[in-house]
Every structure is written in structure tokens, then in C-alpha cells.
């Protein structure tokens, strides 16, 4: 290639990456505009949950999600106190963002008042919810507390949690590696150089799936923008760590930037594109979900480890011709310098004496660090993993979880939030007598047209006749929304919900039950059915992936085994550590679904940057000594890719939604657990001692090399 070319070529790379940037940098900020918090709209449309959802406007004034305000006074209410909650409720109903308020509605205890304001389709929720408060606040009698909560309300509070995810957590995420870059390279050059090249493909990523989420192609929610963040992030630093490894070996054999260029990009090529198609295969085969919140981050994910690996194989080569060895200043490699010396007696450093250690006691590291990762595996058995309540989803304050509390202390704990039943208008008296039969319905009311959710107060189950007073009727059916006595978002009322379920099913086959309660019920169901199809696919198909690029059944098979204990430990002590430490309520189905595609497709990561550069190894040296050299070689960008991605996912916990705390650590712990004991000391172990063996059925395992 001519002088011309080597120059324009690189130029053009930075040139137009500097270009992707410049458009999408600005889409940083903007992506929330695309991002929906709606459990709902995560639902699959064969959910019963779905199906009400779909219909409801039929049989009512169509509106937005209610907001319920309680005032309570310590003693009981005085008139002077429920004239201010008329006034309020007033107030409230002249705001153009709420569409309708119920009258203020003082509890039998006499302590409380409920009013229940629905805001309008239009209206977002955040803004009107914290608008709402300060009205409240600013009407409050002395001595008596306000509170806004119900759907709008826990909303708000999670829209608020999530605000961090634009700049705060990508803050703390950038300087957690520019930190540990600092440390590992100590250049005040190359850091740089590997966190651009990160955040420009983080630009492109962000780029594409605005776009996508603008177009309802893809569908984006604060738990998967934060997760393409952190992902793009760290993935594109790791592939960037090795292929700078690459580089500054071969700065050392060839004395042209070009030289080395060429040289680092085949020999770092192969790995880094079959370690970004594991991941990349393994978070689509999220798209097997039936939970679209699952099935959001299949695409979302790939998307942003397809250009982790553009950027770290075009932008960071191309910086790295242009500083060559000014990159790596002070401590630049100089053409001619000799390599480490990797094994043998010679060989110094911690790779060496974990090489050594491998080498004398190979059976034994990797029985005791198989029993090691089992035992913290044990804590599995704790794990409560079926779903929490939404007022728990927000780790520290909230006013919505707080006025759930009083809510439920002097009114039905499912005020404002009701179980909803579609069944057919000729049933309409069986199935009245069949939700209020239920246990955990405390009255019912029929939908008409003329009046929101939410703000028709509820009869007595004593007195349900006013069920039926003038419902709408649409295709034949009727809307009944049923009071729970319980809060919505608790075992109890989901109970509730399944009881109700089987009781409407027997009086009208074609029955649904929706509702916010119901939405959990269903999602909480759907989710755990993911997790149990997605994971063994999620197996086979990287396994089968490993079989292609290394040549071999066996070393796949001790690869796949070694991830599976080192999540099984990672999850187990997570499970303590949630139940013991923090005393979380529960997980999410999803957090071992995602923590288990993470740390599967990362953790073959850096199996597959060890074996790839063992198998090299071994093909020139042979299979024992091909283990020491890749292990010795790998040892130290390995475990700084892996130090790198724990801090990126740990940065995670800094938004305070437990979903996002707790997969923070799993992740976290995880990959280090996986970068510190199971490439280091486990996997080197099984492949020293299986030899030849572990190559199986390649000509490796065949081939006669000297021991």
C-alpha cells in the first residue's frame, strides 16, 4: 500500500467516526424522550392484562394513570381540615393536566382523606405528579401530612430514580475507567484514546436506537438504557485493551507503525470478533422472550456490541497508527525489545509463579476452585427471584410508597387501583356476585363512559347492586373494576387477582382480569417462563459457537461448564448478600435471566481471549506449554478487561432502582470472580491437565509435540 494511502486511510476512520459522534452526542440527552417506564407496554398481547388494557377506553372516559392524594392528621380530621381537602380537590380538577377528581372522601377512622385526581393521556406523568405535590404541600393545614401515590405517583418516583441514567451514571462510569486505565498503562495518553474510542461507539449506539425507538422498531425503558450504556461502555474498552496488548507486541517486531498495525490486527482480529458475536448472539436470543422487556434488550444489546467492535477494530487502530509508540510514553516499546519471558525459570512476575503453581498442581487448583465456586453456589437456595412489589422498586425515598402506607392504614390498601374484569354483558349479575365472593375484594363498581377510573366511589361488597347501575357496554361486554382490600402491589392482592381469575373463568369462560396488580401477576409470570426457556438456549448456542472457533468438543464443554459454576457462585452470593446484607424484599425473574446472559457472554469472553491465544501457542509449542504462554501472555490484559467491565457494571448501582442494584453486583462480582479465579487459575488447571486431550477431535490432540 502506498505512503499516500497508509495516511489517508486512518485519517478517513477518524474522520467519520468524529462525524458519528458530532450527530450523536447530542442524542445523549435525548433519549429519554424515546424511553417508556409503562409495565404494560412490556407485557405480550396474549396477557389477560394486555387484552384489558387494549379494551378499556370502550367502556370509559379514556384517561391517563390516576394519582391519589391522602391527607392524614395523627388524632383525627377537624371540619377546618376537610374543607381544605374540598378546596384542594378543587384545585386539583381545575389543573389542565388532570382529566377528573373524585369528591374528598374522609376514611370510617375519620384520620384520612383520599381524593383521587386522573390525569389526562396527554399529560406526563413525572411533571403533573410533582406539580400535584407542591399544590398539596402548599394546602396543607398545619399538623396534617399529604401524600401523593396510586399508579401516577409510583411512577413519578421511578421516573425520578431513573433521571441519573443520562449523566451520572455514565459520569461515574467513565472516570471509574479512566481510573483503573491510568493504573494499568500509566500513560496519560492511551487512556484517553481507549475511553474515545468507547464513548464515540456509546454515540453510534445511541444514534441507531433513538432512531429505531422513534420508528416503534425497537423499545427502550430506563432499565435498558442504562444497561446499553454500561454495556457499550465496557465492552468496547475490553476489545480496545486487547487489541492495544496486540499493538505494543508488535511495536516490539516491527519497526513501522503500519507493520505493527497489520500485526496486531491479525493476530487480535479473530478473537475480539468471536468474543463480540458470542455476546451479540447471546443477548438475541432475548428476543425468545414473551416479555417484551426482555425482548427490548435482545437488539437494544446487540446494537451497541456491534459498534464496540466496529469502533475498537477501525477507530482505535487508526489512533494508534497515528501516535504509535507517543501512545504508550513514558513507557514506550521500542523496536527490537525483547518479549517477557513467559515460562520457565527465568520467567518473572505473578503470571509466571500462576503458571508455575498451574504446572505442579494443576489437578489440585482446579478441584479446589470447583469446590469453592459450588460452595457459594449453595446460596442459591435462598434466592427469591418471582418478583417485587413496584413500591420496592425504588431503593431509599418515596412519597408514593410512603402514602401507599397511610393509604392502606385507614382505606382499602387497593384504592385507586383496581382489579378490572371484561366479561360478557348477559353474565353481568354472576359475575358481580362472582368478584365480590372473591376474598380480598372489598366493593365493585360497573365502568361507564362518562366517568374515569378511579373517581366513582366504590359499594360496599355488602351493597353491590350499584355494580350494575348504568354500565357501558362494547361488543357485548362490561368493565367491572373491583376494589382490593389489600395494596395493589402485594402477594396478598395478587393472590387476590388469581382467585378472581379462576372465579370470573367459571361464570364466563371469555373473562379477563386486568388491572395494575394483574400487570405484575402477569409479568412476574411471563418473565420467570423466560428465564427458564432462554437459559438453555442461551448454552447450546454458545457452546455451539466455541465448538466452531476453537476446533474442538472438549475445551467448549470445560469453557461452558467453568461459566455455569462461576455464575451459579456469582448469583448465590449475590442471594446472600441481597437476603443478609441489604435485606432486599426479593429479585425480579429477570435479575438471573440478564445476570446470566452478562456473565455467560463475558465470561466466554475472556475464555475465548485466553484459549484463542492457548491454542496459538500450543499449535507452535505444544499443549502444555501452549497453556503457560497464553496464560502468561493474556494474564494481564485479561484481568485488566475484567477489573475494567466489573467497575463499568458496578457504576450501575449508583441508580437507585433495586433491578439495577442488584444486577450491578451479581454482574460485578461475577466478572471478577471469572477474570480472578476462573480464566486464571480453574480453566488453565482442566486444560493443562486434559493436554492434548482438551483439543479433541482437532489435529491438535493428535499432534506429536515434545513435552
Same mark, same amino acid.
Given at each position: 500500500?502506498?505512503?499516500f ?7 478517513? *476512520?477518524i474522520?467519520?467516526w468524529l462525524?458519528?459522534?458530532?450527530v450523536g ?9 424515546v424511553?417508556t417506564?409503562?409495565?404494560t407496554? /412490556? ?11 387494549e379494551r ?5 372516559q379514556?384517561?391517563? $394513570? ?5 391527607l392524614?392528621?395523627d388524632g383525627?380530621m377537624?371540619?377546618?381540615?376537610? =374543607?381544605?381537602?374540598?378546596d384542594l380537590a ?5 389543573? !389542565? ?5 373524585s369528591?374528598? &372522601? ?6 384520612a382523606?383520599?381524593i383521587?385526581?386522573?390525569l ?5 406523568t ?6 400535584i405535590?407542591a399544590?398539596?404541600?402548599d ?9 401523593? %401515590?396510586?399508579?401516577?405517583g409510583?411512577t ?9 441514567i443520562?449523566?451520572?451514571?455514565l ?6 475507567v /479512566?481510573v483503573?486505565l ?6 496519560? @495518553? ?5 475511553l ?5 461507539a456509546?454515540?453510534?449506539s445511541i ?9 416503534d422498531?425497537?423499545t427502550v425503558?430506563?432499565?435498558?438504557q442504562?444497561?446499553?450504556s ?7 474498552t ?5 487489541? %492495544?496488548?496486540?499493538f505494543?507486541e ?8 503500519w507493520?505493527? =498495525? ?8 479473530e478473537?475480539?470478533l468471536a ?7 447471546g ?6 422472550s414473551?416479555?417484551?422487556?426482555? #425482548?427490548?434488550?435482545?437488539?437494544v444489546?446487540?446494537?451497541?456490541i456491534? /459498534?464496540?467492535?466496529?469502533a475498537?477494530?477501525s ?7 497515528a501516535?504509535?509508540r ?16 513467559? =515460562?520457565?525459570p !527465568?520467567?518473572r ?8 503453581l498451574?504446572? #505442579?498442581?494443576?489437578?489440585?487448583v ?13 446460596? @442459591? ?6 418478583g417485587v ?12 410508597r410512603?402514602?401507599?402506607d397511610?393509604l392502606?392504614?385507614? /382505606? ?5 387501583s383496581?382489579?378490572?374484569v371484561?366479561?360478557?354483558e348477559r353474565?353481568?349479575?354472576a359475575?358481580?356476585?362472582?368478584? %365480590?365472593?372473591v376474598?380480598?375484594?372489598d366493593?365493585?363498581? +360497573? ?8 373517581t366513582?366511589?366504590?359499594t360496599?361488597d ?29 402477594d396478598?392482592a395478587e393472590?387476590t ?14 373473562a379477563?382480569?386486568?388491572?395494575? =396488580?394483574? %400487570?405484575?401477576v402477569?409479568?412476574?409470570d411471563?418473565g420467570?417462563r423466560?428465564?427458564?426457556?432462554i437459559?438453555?438456549v442461551v448454552l447450546v448456542v ?5 465448538m ?5 468438543v472438549? $475445551? ?5 461448564g467453568?461459566v ?18 441489604f435485606?432486599f424484599?426479593?429479585?425480579d425473574?429477570?435479575v ?9 457472554a463475558?465470561?466466554v !469472553?475472556y ?6 491465544r ?7 509449542h505444544?499443549p502444555?506449554?501452549?497453556v ?20 463499568t457494571? +458496578?457504576?450501575?448501582?449508583? &441508580?437507585?432502582?433495586?433491578?439495577? *442494584?442488584?444486577?450491578a ?6 466478572v ?6 476462573v ?5 488453565? $488447571? ?13 489435529r ?8
Open positions: 500500500m502506498s505512503r494511502l497508509r495516511i489517508v486511510l486512518p485519517a478517513l *476512520v474522520v467519520v462525524a458519528i459522534a458530532s452526542g447530542p442524542y445523549f440527552g435525548k433519549i429519554s424522550e424511553s417506564n409503562d409495565q407496554s /412490556f407485557l405480550p398481547a396474549s396477557a389477560d392484562a394486555t387484552k384489558v388494557q378499556s377506553s370502550e367502556f370509559r379514556e384517561s391517563g $394513570a390516576p394519582a391519589i392524594i391522602v392524614e392528621r383525627g377537624s371540619s377546618s381540615d376537610l =374543607t381544605a381537602a374540598k378543587t384545585q386539583l380538577g381545575d389543573r !389542565d393536566d388532570v382529566e377528573a377528581v369528591p374528598a &372522601i374522609p376514611s370510617e377512622d375519620g384520620d382523606v383520599e383521587v385526581a386522573t389526562t393521556t396527554a399529560a406526563d413525572g411533571d403533573a405528579v410533582e406539580a405535590r399544590d398539596v404541600d394546602s396543607l393545614p398545619s399538623g396534617v401530612s399529604g401524600y401523593v %401515590t396510586g399508579p401516577a409510583f413519578a418516583d421511578l421516573t425520578e430514580a431513573f433521571a441519573g443520562d449523566g451520572l451514571l459520569g461515574v462510569a467513565l472516570a471509574a /479512566f483503573i491510568i493504573i494499568v498503562y500509566r500513560s496519560p @495518553l492511551l487512556p484517553i484514546l481507549v474515545g474510542t468507547a464513548t464515540f456509546l454515540c453510534a444514534l441507531v436506537v433513538w432512531w429505531l425507538a422513534k420508528a422498531i425497537v425503558n430506563g432499565q435498558v442504562g444497561i446499553l454500561i454495556l457499550v461502555i465496557g465492552a468496547a475490553d476489545y480496545a485493551l486487547l487489541y %492495544t496488548a496486540r505494543r508488535a511495536l516490539r517486531d516491527h519497526r513501522t507503525g507493520g505493527a =498495525t497489520k500485526a496486531a490486527l491479525r493476530g487480535s482480529l478473537p475480539i468474543s463480540g458475536g458470542t455476546v451479540i448472539v443477548v438475541l436470543c432475548l428476543l425468545l414473551d416479555l417484551n422487556s426482555n #425482548k427490548a434488550l435482545g437488539p444489546a446487540a446494537i451497541g456491534a /459498534f464496540s467492535l466496529l475498537a477494530l477507530l482505535l487502530p487508526a489512533l494508534l497508527l501516535f504509535r507517543a501512545a504508550f510514553w513514558p513507557l514506550r516499546p521500542a523496536y527490537g525489545s525483547p518479549h517477557p519471558v513467559l =515460562t520457565g !527465568d520467567a512476575g505473578i503470571w509466571a509463579r500462576v503458571g508455575r498451574v504446572a #505442579k498442581r494443576s489437578r489440585v482446579w478441584i479446589v476452585c470447583t469446590v469453592g465456586l459450588l460452595a457459594m453456589g449453595t446460596g @442459591l437456595v435462598g434466592l427469591k427471584a418471582d412489589p413496584q413500591s420496592d422498586l425504588v431503593i431509599g425515598a418515596s412519597q408514593a410512603d402514602g401507599q397511610v392502606s392504614d385507614h /382505606f382499602p390498601g387497593g384504592s385507586g383496581p382489579a378490572q371484561i366479561g360478557s353474565d353481568l349479575d359475575l358481580v356476585d362472582a368478584v %365480590t365472593g376474598d380480598g375484594v366493593g365493585v363498581v +360497573a365502568a361507564a363512559k362518562d366517568a374515569p377510573s378511579g366513582v366511589p366504590v360496599s355488602s351493597n353491590p347492586s350499584g355494580a350494575a347501575a348504568a354500565p357501558t357496554v362494547s361488543r357485548g361486554d362490561v368493565l367491572l373494576e373491583a376494589t382490593l382490600s389489600d395494596p395493589a402491589d402485594s396478598a393472590q387477582v388469581r382467585d378472581l381469575r379462576a372465579a370470573v373463568e367459571r361464570v364466563d369462560p371469555g379477563v382480569v386486568g388491572g395494575v =396488580t394483574a %400487570t405484575a402477569d409479568t412476574n411471563t420467570i423466560d428465564r427458564t426457556l437459559i438453555p454458545i457452546l455451539l459457537i466455541l466452531l472457533l476453537l476446533r474442538s472438549v $475445551a467448549p464443554l470445560v469453557l461452558i467453568s455455569i459454576v462461576s455464575f451459579a457462585a456469582a448469583l448465590g452470593v449475590g442471594a446472600l448478600v441481597f437476603d443478609h446484607v435485606h424484599p426479593g429479585a425473574p429477570s438471573p435471566l440478564y445476570s446470566f446472559v452478562f456473565l455467560v463475558l465470561g !469472553d475464555n475465548i481471549f485466553l484459549m484463542t492457548v491454542r496459538e501457542e500450543a499449535l507452535r505444544g502444555h506449554e501452549g503457560l504462554r497464553g496464560l502468561g501472555v493474556t494474564g494481564g490484559v485479561i484481568t485488566s478487561a475484567g477489573v475494567v467491565l466489573a467497575a457494571f +458496578a457504576a450501575l448501582g449508583v &441508580i437507585p432502582i433495586l433491578f439495577l *442494584v442488584q444486577i453486583f451479581v454482574v460485578a462480582f461475577g471478577l470472580l471469572d477474570t480472578i479465579v480464566r486464571s487459575l480453574l480453566v488453565p $488447571a482442566i486444560a493443562y491437565d486434559l493436554g492434548r486431550r482438551a483439543w479433541w477431535p482437532s491438535l490432540s493428535r499432534a506429536n509435540h515434545h513435552m
